[in-house]
């Protein structure tokens, strides 16, 4: 298998799943997108069309997209190294269970941040023409948002973590995406959300939350136990 690494959120979750797996073995290979390599024939051509990361190369003519179906590859195909135990869950129950969470996430927070985000005129520069910022929509966005934190700050009273005891991929999703976008949008971690703002410290103190920050070096890697 053939990592697409790059420094940018989208890979930072796959490698923070990547660390708190354990026993994953892959080969990596970093790609500039500040020079915007991501968006150029040969890698559109012979990696993602779409011009987007992290991407998996499982063989010559297979390249897997998408961060949750890259984790959910990667934690049924993983080593007994590391934790040994899946991070999605070991039933049917506990596997529906977090994908509810995944989805959940994605659709009411992750997804509506990165698009505020990106909304903002001041990363017309950023994406250098490969995205048009629409201002007037931060507004009832960040409504939207603040509305979904707030819900979510009530459903884990009495809760660790997103599915109750038992840590899984739904909040390595929810942090690995939103950890980097903190600063640009500082309402994501409001002290006055006393639950949420627990799960985050919870987040911070594990080791592959800093772990990940950093790209892995190019070359084969193993993710250390």
């Not at 934690?75 to 040994?84: I, K, L, P, S, V």
């Not at 990165?114 to 966005?141: I, K, M």
């Amino acid at each position: 298998m053939l990592l697409y690494d790059a420094v940018a959120v989208n890979t930072y979750a796959v490698r923070l799943f990547i660390l708190e797996r354990g026993g994953i073995s892959l080969d990596v290979k970093q790609v500039d997108i500040q020079t915007m390599e991501n968006r150029k024939p040969a890698y559109l051509n012979a990696v993602n069309s779409r011009g987007e990361l992290p991407a998996l190369r499982i063989s010559d003519d297979f390249v897997l997209t998408e961060i949750v179906a890259i984790a959910e590859y990667l934690d049924e195909t993983a080593g007994t190294g590391g934790t040994g135990a899946s991070l999605f869950g070991a039933t049917a129950l506990e596997r529906a269970e977090t994908r509810m969470w995944l989805r959940r996430m994605d659709l009411e927070i992750c997804e509506p941040v990165v698009s505020y985000y990106r909304n903002d005129p001041d990363t017309v520069d950023f994406y250098r023409g490969n995205r048009t910022p629409l201002p007037e929509a931060r507004l009832w966005q960040k409504v939207g948002i603040c509305r979904a934190l707030n819900r979510l700050d009530d459903e884990l009273e009495g809760k660790q973590w997103l599915c109750g005891d038992r840590f899984t991929a739904a909040d390595v999703h929810l942090y690995g995406l939103m950890r980097l976008m903190c600063g640009p949008v500082p309402f994501l971690r409001d002290a006055g959300r006393k639950n949420l703002a627990a799960w985050w410290g919870r987040m911070d103190d594990r080791p592959a939350s800093e772990e990940a920050l950093a790209c892995f070096p190019e070359g084969h890697y193993k993710a250390a136990a």
